[in-house]
């Protein structure tokens, strides 16, 4: 059971480059999200999904787009990367119990991103 | 405002209990949650909290929830050293976009 998968695990880009980051899932999971980590600021919510073939904005999405075309993969987008989009990128997936187990977030193990 | 307020460093010995503080923002938030991250990999859920509770214990963790003051906190009883990492606390909120808040994270190093 592979949880959720991001691809690539690095990735060095030169300003205005373009570039899509990966994201699966296993779980059947509805929910999913891209956040941005950077020290001091702990994560922030880029964009995330409510289901397939939906898509919303998050805290910071500008600079960045995303597509759910398939329920198990959500992908990132960068069109035109600059130095301040430098960072560790994670995508998370959830559930939707509707019950008391609350609905905790699954991450995949984090995409480093150095724009030059 | 909208912030989590962790403080950023703790620094224990191995064998003392830690303590993580987090303060949060919305009343109306139903869940909130421990997690924790290792050196280069994502967060792992350690614990939560539903928020009509005042205390959860799940064996070496005690989370602790005062709703009045909007302070949660996580005890770590006898520290181990694979307990070295950056802890997040998050909320989950009711009102208002879907989504939920982290802080900033606490960098817990554990002393041998």
């Known amino acids: 059971n592979a949880g959720v998968t991001q691809t690539p695990k690095f990735r060095v880009l030169k300003t205005g480059q373009s570039m899509t980051l990966l994201c699966a899932q296993d779980m059947n999971h509805e929910y999913m999200y891209w956040y941005r980590q950077d020290p001091g600021m702990g994560l922030r919510l880029i964009h995330y999904?409510?289901?397939?073939?939906?898509?919303a904005k998050g805290e910071v999405p500008d600079g960045y787009n995303v597509s759910r075309l398939k329920k198990q993969n959500f992908l990132l987008g960068l069109e035109s990367a600059a130095p301040s989009q430098t960072s560790v990128y994670f995508c998370?997936?959830?559930?939707?119990?509707?019950?008391?187990?609350?609905?905790?977030?699954?991450f995949g193990s984090g995409t480093q991103l150095s724009v030059l | 405002g909208e912030d989590v307020e962790q403080s950023l460093f703790l620094s224990v010995r191995e064998g003392d209990s830690s303590v993580i503080n987090c303060t949060y923002t919305?009343?109306?938030?139903?869940?909130l949650y421990w997690y924790k991250q290792e050196p280069g990999a994502g967060l792992q859920l350690l614990t939560y909290i539903f928020s009509n509770m005042d205390m959860k214990q799940d064996q070496r963790l005690t989370v602790l929830l005062n709703k009045k003051d909007k302070h949660l906190s996580l005890r770590i009883a006898d520290t181990q050293t694979g307990d070295s990492a950056i802890y997040f606390c998050?909320?989950?909120?009711?009102?208002?976009?879907?989504?939920?808040?982290f802080g900033t994270g606490t960098r817990l190093k554990v002393l041998a």
């Open positions: 999904s409510v289901g397939e073939g939906t898509t």
């Open positions: 919305d009343s109306s938030s139903t869940y």
């Open positions: 998050a909320e989950r909120r009711t009102s208002g976009t879907y989504k939920y808040i």
């Open positions: 998370a997936s959830s559930y939707s119990s509707g019950t008391g187990a609350g609905e905790k977030l699954f």
